[in-house]
T-cell receptor, first 110, second 115 residues
Framework: QKEVEQNSGPLSVPEGAIASLNCTYS??????FFWYRQYSGKSPELIMF????GDKEDGRFTAQLNKASQYVSLLIRDSQPSDSATYLC??????????FGTGTRLLVSP | ETGVTQTPRHLVMGMTNKKSLKCEQH?????MYWYKQSAKKPLELMFVYSLEERVENNSVPSRFSPECPNSSHLFLHLHTLQPEDSALYLCASSQDSGLAGGEQYFGPGTRLTVT
């Protein structure tokens, strides 16, 4: 069973803080990793993807990948109330097939 | 229209009805997907079409029948559904090209309620 695990939260952080979202996956052969943001009542929106070990930065977002530990994380710097959403981790297990975690709910308080 | 569109946005149907969900992508992609999203559960992949050929059928009951007439359009035909099929049905598309194929873009979804 190929699984992606996330803490469901909620993760509560004050405005301006760094939010750290974590994800582990079971399929060691996974090649690519994605973070989606989903606001309540809306569809998932792709915000980051990462293929190689290490960090990848895009604005206030940093994705981190450690394939040896089968661990992916997303850091959100200077968190804003508008970042409050559910963050979905997804792992490509082969040929276009994405396996999603259940998501972590993030709450950023003003 | 831009991105991925889905119609209808909301659908209420009885268990004996037949209805269809429609998805259209305006991104020039060559792969399309149907997902089911239920409360407290991960997104579940239902079907994958690549270059208009079905390449994945994730053990979905036959009361769900997909159709992909071309690379821009995808349908999900529904018949004799059960109340547990009530969920958000999401369509997505991507460009089928190695690792980058994982970048899937979602439509707004159809909220389906089966009574």
């Amino acid at each position: 069973q190929k699984e992606v695990e996330q803490n469901s939260g909620p993760l509560s952080v004050p405005e301006g803080a760094i939010a750290s979202l974590n994800c582990t996956y079971s399929d060691r052969g996974s090649q690519s990793f994605f973070w989606y943001r989903q606001y309540s009542g809306k569809s998932p929106e792709l915000i980051m993807f990462i293929y190689s070990n290490g960090d990848k930065e895009d604005g206030r977002f940093t994705a981190q990948l450690n394939k040896a530990s089968q661990y992916v994380s997303l850091l959100i710097r200077d968190s804003q109330p508008s970042d409050s959403a559910t963050y979905l981790c997804a792992v490509n297990t082969g040929f276009q097939k994405l396996v999603f975690g259940t998501g972590t709910r993030l709450l950023v308080s003003p | 229209e831009t991105g991925v569109t889905q119609t209808p946005r909301h659908l209420v149907m009885g268990m004996t009805n037949k209805k269809s969900l429609k998805c259209e992508q305006h991104l020039g992609h060559n792969a399309m997907y149907w997902y089911k999203q239920s409360a407290k559960k991960p997104l579940e992949l239902m079907f994958v079409y690549s270059l208009e050929e079905r390449v994945e059928n994730n053990s979905v009951p036959s009361r769900f029948s997909p159709e992909c007439p071309n690379s821009s359009h995808l349908f999900l035909h529904l018949h004799t559904l059960q109340p547990e099929d009530s969920a958000l049905y999401l369509c997505a598309s991507s460009q089928d090209s190695g690792l980058a194929g994982g970048e899937q873009y979602f439509g707004p979804g159809t909220r389906l309620t089966v009574t």
